[in-house]
């Protein structure tokens, strides 16, 4: 379980401090699909970020099956950040730009060691997951620039994925997208959802989609979850 | 006599890697005081066929058909009477507002600005753009003074959609102007857009948004690969799309079981003399591949680009 208790997290000093995220808690279950709604400014991307372990709360903690990440600061141990994947809303930010999309895909892969120095070996596996995503094969020696943002946020999960993360934070990960390429995003992710019983936090302020694709949902408001609530396709049994 | 009506109208861009066909054979009218919501995906053509309206289109450009507005044909006009006619009597609403204002000058000296383009007075134009502005809900002493980043997004938006009425152009394309908006800000964008039809503009909306589509009322063109495919009212669009990509696109949104179409679009470099949804499409039958299908009238009204509607 990904779990947080009692998150904060502000932002500038004094009178002019901003309590961004203000006493968050949530569980994440493995095969879960959670979605966290909320209107612009309401914090849920700074909690998408605490969670992913990219910030640290000012108080609270996040666990991840367990173990207590927050107390390690900013110096997470490698294995326990791969255990939780965040994609961004903007893969063009997300992405090194003099990086070709094999390389952005596959440096992941190395820095954990997942990987050997075998050329064969790392093209197998960038194409694998290429191939899973609907890249096609000439996409992958192209720079961002190249390449449009649907195809680049295919990659940007695919870079992801390939982690084969516990748990993936998916922050506005589609509302930039046409809706026939979020389909296809959200169909990987559901696929490896069920495969490998990965939970999934969707955090969106699309509240069709949250109703439509989640088991659950929160809503913040103001950086404090206003709503929490079951919704009727936990009972479907997706 | 329509505000605006493009016909056969294609547009190429001469490219490194061989033509790009941008837009293929469209053909539409749009009167004033009515709306016409262009959707598909993105790199379908939908900002090339602003853009080309707008004759806002660069060196390498190929152009083929015709475009009138008011009847006066535009493709032929030499630059300079394109710009009086772009600046006058035509409005585009880009995408992004805040970007769309000068960063270094306060906003009323934009409006005037724009104002003093469409032909108003000194006098008149203050009076004209305070009465838009009041309509959205600002005025025009609120914001005068003010430089562009000391707006919020949603006041930013109505000044350039108040910016867009002032004047009275004939014409009003807004490119995606909802993009990257909270949905309260989409609520208020579309009742704005909305009002413009109803002072009397054509309006032609581009989006990518299905459900800002639905919203805006009005007619639909999708397009895809180039293509505009189906030509329709708005509501029966969406209660029912005749073209297979209309219902393969309909099916991805998540309230419909946000079923992916399986493969990709053609490269616009390499568009088949074919129809060119005919991979992907589960009716294909055999006309699909042997030449490009025209535009079918349908029984209910509006046209598909389909030959099951032969």
């Not at chain 1, 006493?23 to 699909?33: E, K, T």
């Not at chain 1, 408001?221 to 049994?237: C, F, N, P, Q, T």
Request: one cysteine or more; glycine letters at 10%.
């Amino acid at each position: 379980m990904l779990s947080a208790q009692g998150i904060e997290r502000r932002y500038g000093r004094g009178h002019s401090q901003v309590r961004a995220v203000d006493g968050v808690s949530l569980d994440l279950r493995p095969g879960q699909r959670l979605a966290v709604v909320g209107r612009s400014g309401s914090g849920k991307s700074t909690l998408a970020r605490v969670l992913a372990l990219l910030e640290a709360p000012d108080a609270g903690s996040v666990s991840v099956d367990g173990t207590v990440v927050t107390a390690f600061g900013m110096r997470t141990p490698r294995p326990l950040r791969r255990a939780v994947q965040l994609i961004w809303q903007s893969p063009r930010l997300a992405c090194d730009p003099r990086l070709r999309i094999r390389e952005i895909v596959l440096e992941p892969l190395i820095a954990n060691g997942l990987v050997g120095r075998a050329r064969d070996e790392r093209d197998q596996v960038v194409r694998h997951w290429a191939a899973r995503l609907g890249i096609a094969d000439e996409l992958l020696e192209r720079f961002p620039h190249e390449v449009s943002d649907g195809q680049l946020q295919r990659a940007c999960l695919a870079r992801s994925l390939a982690l084969e993360p516990r748990y993936l934070i998916c922050d506005e990960m589609s509302s930039m997208l046409d809706v026939s390429t979020q389909a296809a995003l959200l169909e990987v992710v559901a696929e490896e959802q069920r495969r490998r019983d990965m939970g999934v936090l969707l955090v969106t302020h699309d509240h069709i989609l949250a109703d439509h694709w989640c088991h659950d949902r929160i809503e913040l408001v103001d950086g404090r979850v206003k709503d929490a609530r079951e919704s009727a396709s936990a009972l479907s049994g997706r | 006599m329509p505000a605006i009506e493009a016909r056969a109208l294609s547009v190429g861009f001469r490219t490194e890697r061989g033509v790009v066909q941008a837009l293929s054979d469209a053909s539409f009218a749009i009167e004033r005081g009515e709306t016409l919501v262009v959707i598909g995906e993105s790199g379908s053509g939908k900002t090339v066929l602003a853009h080309a309206l707008m004759r806002l289109l660069p060196r390498n450009v190929t152009l083929a058909g015709e475009v009138d507005l008011e009847g006066q044909p535009l493709l032929a006009l030499p630059e300079d009477e394109m710009r009086r006619v772009r600046g006058r009597r035509m409005a585009l609403i880009p995408q992004g507002a805040g970007s769309a204002l000068n960063p270094v000058r306060r906003v009323g000296g934009l409006m005037l600005e724009m104002a003093r383009v469409r032909g108003l007075g000194q006098g008149e134009a203050r009076e004209a753009l305070d009465g838009s502005l009041r309509e959205l809900g600002l005025s025009f002493q609120q914001v005068a003074e003010r430089y562009p980043h000391q707006l919020s997004g949603g006041m930013q938006q109505r000044v350039v959609n108040a910016m867009a009425m002032v004047g009275e152009p004939s014409v009003v394309i807004a490119d995606e102007p909802t993009h990257g908006m909270d949905p309260e800000l989409v609520d208020t964008t579309a009742e704005q857009l909305g009002m413009i039809a109803r002072r009397g503009a054509a309006l032609l909306v581009i989006t990518h948004d299905l459900r800002l589509a639905e919203r805006l009322g009005g007619r639909t063109a999708l397009i895809y690969s180039s293509y505009i495919v189906e030509l329709r009212d708005t509501a029966a669009f969406f209660s029912q799309p005749e073209h297979p990509y209309g219902r393969a696109l309909l099916g991805a949104l998540p309230e419909h079981g946000g079923v992916a179409i399986p493969g990709v679009s053609p490269e616009l470099t390499q568009l088949p003399r074919a129809c060119a949804f005919a991979p992907r499409c589960p009716a294909r039958f055999e006309p699909c591949d042997e030449a490009v299908p025209p535009m079918f009238p349908l029984p209910g009204g509006g046209e598909a680009r389909c030959y099951l509607h032969a």
